[in-house]
């Protein structure tokens, strides 16, 4: 995080002309250290021990408050270091060698409760101190025991915290302070109840800190209760641009996404690759596939049990295996060095999860590459999501199947002509013997064709692409008439009738009001929630445990912002691609049950 060197000053002191921007330079970076915080002596040790000198902005602000004995709120973005942010004022006047718990901080998945533990750790190396991870899906036995014998950090999931506090193995009456790390993620996972189980189970007598990147209103209304006074920190602006990140969109045809994910990853050829789908399904078939086409790839979703996780980040992390295919879970907070690329497969659900999980990548200060592919149609949804913002995109088409070939003809030469050989290379007698045996030209086209016997060859998509944009505009919802057979429309198909676009909603309303599931209350629903006229709403069809939708530009326009008052009707705005929960799933569980078993799937 160290900007400016010596020779820079030097060069802007050489001429008078700028030498006052020199002087700023100088102003901006001098002597900001760790040192300057006045931070105890074992911490600053373990600090150089690992290597960082200059704290990084968000940690800089919090440390430049001085007393830390309120309620604070901090948002910066991903990649930030936050964690240091809150670790190092809280270990300021920790005692040395505390030996109950008195220091919890929430994270919403376990990696991140792991990752947390081991920044804890390394920190504490030198005071008498130990951190115990409370996270789901490992035993129970390892946590008890180290409770037992006096952690003083805890770091964990909700689920499993409130386990914990429920079972009187976590002794909270001497916490004197809790963390809410990624308090957004915590609440869009559910874990509502959870928090609150484990905050009025807290002595009042505490500091709360929330640390987000984004505040939703959830966040907001969580705040209201359980902080007071906070102080207020915020390194970010609604719809910052993540200036070492590059967004890139790539367009590919609906019904051919894979080969369009195998054309992107032959042309952008990531080092390492960190790649979001949606469902735990998708993650599994888009990893296998990649497999299929010859790249080392594994599937990261929340039902895998923990050590399949860990060996999973493991490989990842070491390089080994460069494309890593995971559902949301990992997408907060996760930090893995080197990601070149993030790779959002299909539509984003929201802002502030593209915002996330772009900030996989250009991490500390490196630059990250960020792509995203959507069908023309997500590419229109994905235009609204993020039209209050500034963040500049390129966009570009799906790579045909000629720049592939290109490309791959430019790595295959480089490699073979350019990187020498040894002169006393054993090879070189075999070729040298070869070659009086055979035709040079055969000889290395054969070379060639066992050069790239593994590598994937990349689809022709590029006609579907342009076939569909083409369809789209000539009728923009011509593509949805197979669900048209035994439909109910509920206003005649006039030529003349503005088309909309089909929406798909989850539908739980009929299961939590026992039947009445009818055209009229969905008609209802929308019209309140997204605060239309019922002229912006077209067809409404209904089926087993969703709704086909038409929206009008105006209402489709309001969907985003319309999510949290649709949910109060039992609807849940999907994008296409998704998996669908089972009908059975949704006829016989509420909409309470099948968020708790969604979590629980992510959690423990
Ligand atoms: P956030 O929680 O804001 O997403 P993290 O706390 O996970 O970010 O930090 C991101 C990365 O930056 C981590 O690998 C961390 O070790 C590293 N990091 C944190 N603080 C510093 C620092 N002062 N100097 C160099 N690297 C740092
Ligand atoms: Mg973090």
Request: glycine share 8%.
């Amino acid at each position: 995080m160290k900007r400016n060197t010596d020779k820079d000053m030097e060069q802007n002191m050489a001429t008078d002309i700028i030498e006052a921007a020199a002087e700023s330079v100088e102003e901006d970076t001098a002597e900001i250290t760790f040192k300057s915080f006045g931070i105890r002596e074992e911490l600053l040790k373990a600090i150089e021990r690992k290597g960082f000198v200059t704290p990084t902005p968000v940690q800089q602000k919090v440390l430049e408050v001085g007393s830390f004995d309120n309620d604070m709120i901090v948002r910066a973005k991903t990649g930030s270091g936050k964690t240091l942010a809150f670790l190092l004022p809280l270990l300021r006047d920790m005692k040395h060698r505390e030996r109950s718990p008195s220091m919890l901080i929430l994270s919403p998945t376990r990696e991140l409760a792991q990752q947390t533990a081991r920044e804890a750790e390394w920190l504490t190396r030198f005071l008498d101190i130990s951190v115990v991870s409370l996270v789901g899906g490992l035993e129970m036995s390892p946590q008890l025991r180290s409770l037992r014998e006096g952690a003083a950090i805890v770091v964990g999931t909700p689920g499993r915290t409130l386990d914990h506090v429920e079972r009187g193995s976590l002794d909270t009456k001497n916490i004197s302070c809790v963390v809410l790390d990624e308090g957004d993620q915590m609440l869009d996972m559910g874990f509502r109840d959870e928090l609150e189980g484990i905050l009025n189970a807290l002595p009042k007598e505490r500091r709360t800190w929330l640390f987000s990147a984004t505040m939703p209103t959830e966040v907001r209304e969580l705040a209201n209760r359980y902080l007071k006074d906070p102080k207020i920190i915020s390194l970010v602006h609604d719809g910052d641009q993540h200036e070492d990140i590059l967004h890139r969109v790539y367009m590919v045809p609906s019904r051919r996404r894979f080969e369009g994910l195998v054309n992107i990853l032959l042309w952008e050829r990531p080092k390492r690759g960190l790649l979001f789908c949606h469902t735990r399904l998708e993650s599994i078939e888009i990893a296998q596939k990649l497999q299929d086409e010859g790249f080392s790839a594994a599937a990261l979703h929340g039902e895998m049990t923990q050590r399949e996780r860990n060996a999973v980040l493991a490989s990842f992390k070491s390089g080994s295996m460069p494309y890593l295919v995971a559902t949301n879970v990992a997408a907060r907070g996760l930090d893995v060095e080197g990601v070149t690329h993030v790779i959002q497969v299909g539509l984003p659900d929201d802002r502030e999860t593209f915002v996330h999980r772009s900030g996989r990548t250009g991490r500390a200060g490196n630059e990250g590459i960020d792509l995203v592919l959507l069908s023309p149609l997500e590419a229109g949804r994905f235009k609204m999501m993020l039209r209050s913002t500034q963040m500049k995109i390129e966009w570009k088409d799906v790579p045909s199947l000629d720049m592939i070939h290109a490309v791959q003809r430019d790595v295959a030469e480089e490699k073979l002509l350019t990187t020498p050989v040894a002169s006393d290379s054993a090879y070189l007698e075999w070729a040298g013997d070869m070659l009086e045996r055979a035709d040079a030209k055969v000889l290395v086209a054969k070379l060639l064709e066992a050069l790239h016997s593994r590598t994937a060859k990349g689809y022709s998509i590029s006609a579907d692409l342009e076939r569909e944009r083409e369809r789209r505009q000539r009728a923009p919802i011509r593509e949805e008439s197979g669900a048209r057979t035994g439909a109910m429309r509920r206003s005649a198909v006039g030529s003349a009738r503005p088309h909309g676009t089909m929406t798909r909603l989850r539908n739980t309303g009929a299961s939590r009001q026992g039947g009445g599931n009818d055209v009229g209350r969905i008609l209802n629903a929308l019209c309140s929630a997204l605060k239309v006229e019922r002229g912006a709403v077209g067809a409404i069809r209904l089926k087993d445990d969703y709704v086909m939708v038409e929206l009008l530009p105006e209402a489709l326009s309001r969907l985003e912002q319309g999510k949290a008052g649709l949910a109060k009707w039992g609807l849940y705005p999907e994008d296409e691609g998704y998996a669908k929960p089972r009908a059975s799933d949704t006829r016989t569980r509420t909409r309470d049950a099948y968020d708790r078993k969604k979590r629980r799937g992510d959690e423990n």
